[in-house]
């Protein structure tokens, strides 16, 4: 289902993209580039890029980057170039994101942006046994806790935080959508998804909350609104067992008893049968169910795919 682009009275004239070369980025900048500038920013290259998207191939952390700032005025900033690799060292993923993340701020200031989205996750509040239904946006963020991989996904959510609280002259959204699947999607989810007989916790079937990649890139451009900011969770169609997902799918799980999975996932994961990590069993286990109704509310958010077609999108 192909979307309209997003438009709206006051759109921005220039939106930067920093990690505008991945899937999710290229969906975004599509989205974006018949309704304003796109300025892309990546250390990789851009392969196919469209003629009227300018693209800077830097690291964010490096000087050159400051270029795409230098070249034009940008109006706008949406950030996504967040890396996501468990196999990646974790020193090397904390000095990209965070220090990347902090870098790219900076400039925002330096160049008077006036609006910064920067991409989170509801990942950054952890499934837990002892989580309610419909976490709304104030809930401690946990997710860190437990998953490795999820914490400088925190810290970046949380110095954004302070970032729009010390600089309330720059529009400052934080987007947590919830679990991201698709076509071109390659995170934990999907994969996991996309396994054949996937393990499962027995005993346990949580409620999942999926949202199409399509339906994440209307979102990051309707939260360039001019007046909206602040931290917003973006749900998708609704909430689902995990055993109805893979029912629709088609796929044959296999139930491990609670002690023995965590272990088993270990082993598969070091020895590379697998893409899901074991830091993800939380997922398939407890519940982080949240609430988007803000979201919905103060940007007329609605998601455009339905639950079926957001399930069966990562076929």
């Known amino acids: 289902m192909p979307a309209d682009p997003v438009t709206f009275p006051g759109m921005p004239r220039t939106v930067l993209v920093t990690g505008i070369s991945g899937n999710l980025g290229r969906a975004v900048a599509k989205h974006l580039h018949t309704e304003a500038q796109v300025v892309g920013l990546d250390r990789r290259a851009f392969p196919g890029k469209p003629k009227d998207i300018e693209h800077h191939q830097a690291d964010l952390r490096k000087a050159r980057a400051e270029d795409a700032f230098r070249r034009r005025r940008v109006d706008a900033v949406i950030h996504m170039g967040i890396m996501h690799d468990p196999r990646m060292p974790f020193s090397e993923a904390h000095s990209f994101n965070v220090v990347g993340t902090q870098r790219l701020l900076e400039l925002c200031v330096r160049h008077r ?66 679990n991201i699947v698709g076509p071109t999607v390659r995170n934990a989810p999907s994969n996991y998804l996309r396994l054949e007989s996937p393990l499962t916790v027995m005993g346990f079937d949580p409620m999942l909350q999926l949202i199409h990649e399509e339906d994440v890139c209307r979102a990051l451009v309707l939260a360039l609104r001019p007046g909206l900011r602040g931290v917003f969770n973006v749900s998708g169609p609704g909430e689902v067992p995990l055993s109805a997902v893979l029912r629709e799918l088609g796929r044959g799980p296999v139930p491990v008893p609670h002690p023995l999975i965590r272990p088993l996932v270990r082993r598969l994961f070091d020895a590379r049968l697998t893409s899901f990590p074991p830091d993800e069993v939380d997922h398939i286990q407890y519940l982080c169910v949240v609430d988007g109704s803000r979201f919905a509310r103060e940007a007329g958010w609605a998601p455009r795919f339905s639950m079926r077609e957001t399930i069966r999108s990562v076929l």
């Open 113 to 178: 942006v006036k609006k910064v989205v920067v991409l989170s996750s509801a990942n950054v509040y952890g499934p837990r046994p002892q989580n309610s239904n419909f976490l709304p946006e104030e809930t401690p963020l946990m997710g860190a806790d437990r998953a490795s991989d999820v914490r400088d996904l925190v810290e970046v959510d949380m110095y954004a935080q302070s970032f729009m609280w010390r600089h309330p002259e720059l529009e400052t959204v934080i987007v947590r959508p919830v």
